[in-house]
């Protein structure tokens, strides 16, 4: 199904039946008096976070949505049925504006959560209220008022733990099938990955967080490059990210810190809190490198960065040092759920953990964590 995480819909809530005008008429009862009944009250229109949505393709097809309206009075002071509301699904992590003004609604962040996106009408009044001492016939009724009508702006952030950021080919897709169930398309040329991916990683029995991938940002994005910094958006609510590096690039391919400065900087044109979220150097393609020639270019790379943050060295081919990145993941989501202002640990907080074990078992250890099946 084609990822699409922007939408534009017209809500319309139903009418508010009229009120009736009405007389008693039956034999020997010459004056029955008013007996028009209220309308039924317009259906109103609500959205609803479905977890079994992932994109807004839908509403690319049916824009308009409609509620029912209320149904009209009657005589003998039968009152109108109301309208039915209207429910639609839409995916968990929607975000509601008026497309008007641009201003924010609400927000859909459970599965389960209702909107009130359209206000159906109020209902009508029939002549029988109206009857009073001094008129005994009233002529007048009052009709429903009109349904609430919007245009609305939806877009869809996803919901994940932790981001991977990276150029395209630094083996973003490669680590997310190596350490969740998901399955991003992976080949040998740039942009493979065309529309962001979740995957759940599980550690252990009872313990698991959401990995999103984007597609690669390369340098110019923010003016347009490649497939642009729109699919930025979709890390803004991680908790932290995961930088990606091609340590071991091929040919004339630019160098690892020119390739982290690029990042930086379109990160610094997209706007918003992103440069400021926590993140994490992943150093990847370990395994086509000696030990050696491995430290010497992570040494390198650190220095030319400056680099003060976690650093891990891993394989996503062959699973190497991804043990211990995702176990060590763990741990600082749930440090930062706890406390979401917490420093990182001394034993987060060390230099590329994993590659002081390098001849490391290519597959980890199945008691520790494991894809979700």
């Known amino acids: ?33 008013p007996n028009g009944g209220d309308g ?3 259906g109103s229109v609500y959205l609803l976070a479905d977890n079994n ?9 049916q824009r308009t949505h409609r509620a029912e309206r209320g149904q009209n009075g009657m005589s003998k002071d039968m009152t109108g049925r109301g309208g039915e509301d209207l429910v639609v699904p839409v995916p968990v992590g929607t975000r509601v504006f008026e497309q008007d003004t641009g201003e924010l609604i609400g927000e859909l962040l459970e599965p389960g959560q209702r909107m009130l996106v359209a206000q159906g009408g109020f209902h009508g009044i029939g002549n029988a209220r109206y009857k009073s001492s001094t008129n005994r ?3 007048q009724s009052k009709p429903g008022t009109p349904g609430e009508r919007r245009d609305l702006h939806l877009e869809l952030i996803l919901l994940a733990d932790v981001g991977l950021l990276g150029f395209p080919n630094a083996g973003k897709s490669s680590l997310i099938r190596q350490v969740s169930s998901a399955r991003p398309k992976v ?27 984007i597609p690669g940002v390369i340098e110019g994005a923010a003016e347009g490059a490649g497939l642009g910094i729109h699919f930025l958006k979709h890390l803004a609510r991680t908790r932290l990210l995961l930088h990606l590096v091609d340590i071991a690039p091929l040919g004339d391919q630019e160098d690892p810190a020119g390739q982290v ?6 990160l610094a044109a997209f706007g ?4 400021e979220k926590e993140r994490w150097l992943v150093l990847n393609k370990i395994d086509l490198l000696d030990e050696d020639d491995y430290r010497e270019r992570q040494a390198q790379l650190l220095a030319d960065l400056d680099w003060r943050g976690p650093v891990h060295g891993i394989s996503a081919l062959t699973g190497q040092g991804t043990a211990e990145l995702v176990n060590d993941l763990m741990s600082r989501l749930e440090q930062l759920k706890v406390d979401p202002d917490a420093s990182l640990g001394a034993d987060l907080a060390r230099t590329d953990p994993a590659a002081s074990e390098w001849d490391m078992p290519a597959t980890p250890d199945a008691g520790e964590w494991h894809p979700l099946d």
Do not use: H, W
Not at 16 to 30: A, D, H, L, T
Not at 53 to 61: P, S
Not at 190 to 212: D, E, I, K
């Open 1 to 33: 199904m084609k990822f699409v995480d922007e939408a534009f819909i017209r809500v319309e809530a139903g009418d508010g039946g009229n009120g009736c005008v009405s007389f008693r008429r039956e034999k020997y009862i010459p004056f029955g008096g």
């Open 40 to 42: 039924g009250d317009g």
């Open 53 to 61: 949505i992932n994109t807004l393709v839908d509403f690319r097809y």
């Open 137 to 139: 016939a009233p002529r």
């Open 187 to 213: 080949a040998d040329y740039p942009f493979t990955t065309l529309y962001p991916n979740l995957g759940v990683v599980r550690v252990g029995q009872n313990r698991s967080f959401v990995v999103a991938d």
């Open 261 to 266: 400065r690029k990042i930086e900087a379109e």
């Open 272 to 275: 918003g809190d992103l440069t």
